[in-house]
């Protein structure tokens, strides 16, 4: 190793064993290449451009874990963006926004993103914001075509004509196809999942999924529950899996049966 060159920490590698790519979509030249820098530096593999055209050029030809996604862009907004980052990819999504307003970031949160950050922000924050979403997500690059069913691994928890392994953070039908999540759906349904029949309430969610419960306001929570609610849908059950209890919280009922009326 050269001098002065610094070693890949696990927060640095994905679970491929590969180096973390990240794409930075920023249309200030000065912010771009401060971020890129940085990221370069923390021992990621970064590319900056700056508008639309530019990531969808860059998505094609390479596979990202993450997006730094500015919401502020020129042609294209970021939210309309950051919708089609998600009908085609995995990848973790970051927003970077000026804006203060929150409908605005709640709305990059519906949209399928797993955190943002406020500029003006330090570059430590940023930092700090990757890595938790590395860690807490699942970044394998761009989806591939369903396979063919294939029986899923054994164990875990089925319901509903669903079956979720913990331990691989993979959630499967009964056929066997997975249902991709994002890093923060998969958060919640690791909750739900160790507090199946338990009410949970919204601030609770907020610290066992993101560690802090300040870190999101509650509105950003009951989104998170929509979204996955909306995977869930089966035969019309989805509001029975995660029921919404009045004032509580969110309670997870992993009895419901199968859409044909037979246990899972």
Not at 107 to 124: H, I, N, R, T
Not at 171 to 199: I, P
């Amino acid at each position: 190793m050269a001098a002065g060159q610094k070693s890949m920490t696990t927060d640095d590698v994905s679970r491929t064993g590969r180096a973390i790519h990240i794409l930075v979509v920023e249309d200030d030249h000065e912010i771009n290449a401060l971020i890129t820098r940085f990221l370069r530096k923390s021992n990621y593999i970064a590319v900056g451009v700056g508008n639309g055209r530019e990531m969808d050029a860059a998505m094609a030809g390479q596979v990202f874990d993450l997006v730094l996604l500015d919401l502020l862009l020129p042609e294209e907004n970021g939210l309309d963006l950051c919708r089609r980052i998600r009908a085609t990819s995995d990848a973790c999504i970051i927003m970077v926004t000026a804006l203060a307003e929150v409908t605005d970031r709640v709305a990059g949160l519906e949209l399928g993103a797993d955190d943002y950050v406020s500029k003006p922000f330090e570059l430590v924050e940023l930092g700090a914001r990757i890595r938790a979403v590395l860690r807490r997500g699942q970044p394998s690059g761009v989806v591939a075509p369903p396979p063919a069913p294939a029986p899923a691994p054994a164990g875990g928890l089925r319901f509903a004509g669903w079956r979720f392994e913990p331990e691989r953070r993979l959630l499967y039908t009964e056929s066997g196809v997975r249902m991709a999540l994002t890093g923060a759906e998969t958060d919640l349904m690791l909750v739900f999942y160790r507090h199946a029949g338990q009410v949970v309430t919204r601030r609770q969610l907020i610290a066992l999924t993101r560690g802090d419960e300040d870190a999101i306001d509650e509105r950003a929570i009951d989104l998170l529950v929509s979204r996955l609610r909306r995977k869930l849908a089966q035969g019309g059950r989805q509001l029975e899996l995660i029921r919404t209890v009045r004032g509580d919280g969110y309670l997870f009922d992993s009895d419901i049966p199968a859409a044909d009326g037979g246990r899972s």
